[in-house]
């Protein structure tokens, strides 16, 4: 079945620092995908988006990209703040059925 | 605020017992999506309606079901409830079926004993 997997499970990194998280999918014939933050307490967020036709976006400190023919890709956030830790979730969305499979989360801690 | 608002918050019950869940998707959004978080777990899709009718299914359990309304507000019916049942449900909702940003609900919290 579709499934999509997601390393590291936890990443502690210093502020400033860069943090990356990875994702590999399942489907080939998915082609949305984004990435979620959740803060604790509160339900997850959209913070950047790519699609099947893009190998990669950015806004501002947050970037990710995509390589098809691997089925993977990364979400990489630059001069990382407190705040920004939380835990992130990639996804993809499968056009055989619409479904949005989640990734099993990275929590990420940010070191003042 | 993402305008996802669920009810209730939290909700206490009882092993074999039936409650329902629900949400009120933002204004204009067609599609609706449930969502299962269990503890220390990444988000499981359960299903999705999109303009009251069902879209998309996933890992969701018989004892649970789910509907839209003309109104676009939906509704998880969870029964014969079980330990392991207990979790946060997640209601989501976009403008199209699948392929835009989803906005999430608060969540509610369900504690089976």
């Known amino acids: ?112 | 605020d993402s305008g996802v608002t669920q009810t209730p918050k939290h909700l206490i019950t009882a092993t074999g017992q039936r409650v329902t869940l629900r949400c009120s998707p933002r204004s204009g959004d067609l599609s609706v999506y449930w969502y299962q978080q269990s503890l220390d777990q990444g988000l499981q899709f359960l299903i999705q309606y999109y303009n009251g009718e069902e879209r998309a299914k996933g890992n969701i359990l018989e004892r649970f079901s789910a509907q839209q309304f003309p109104d676009l507000h939906s509704e998880l019916n969870l029964s014969s409830l079980e330990l392991g049942d207990s979790a946060l449900y997640f209601c989501a909702s976009s403008t199209s079926l699948g392929w835009d940003e989803q906005y999430f609900g608060p969540g509610t919290r369900l504690t089976v004993t």
């Open chain 1, 1 to 112: 079945g579709e499934n999509v997997e997601q390393h590291p499970s936890t990443l502690s990194v210093q502020e400033g620092d860069s943090a990356v998280i990875k994702c590999t999918y399942s489907d080939s014939a998915s082609n949305y995908f984004p990435w979620y933050k959740q803060e604790l307490g509160k339900g997850p967020q959209l913070i950047i988006d790519i699609r099947s036709n893009v190998g990669e976006k950015k806004d501002q400190r947050i970037a990710v990209t995509l390589n098809k023919t691997a089925k993977h890709f990364s979400l990489h956030i630059t001069e990382t703040q407190p705040e920004d830790s939380a835990v992130y979730f990639c996804a993809a969305v499968y056009t055989g059925g619409f479904k949005t499979i989640f990734g099993a989360g990275t929590r990420l801690f940010v070191k003042a």
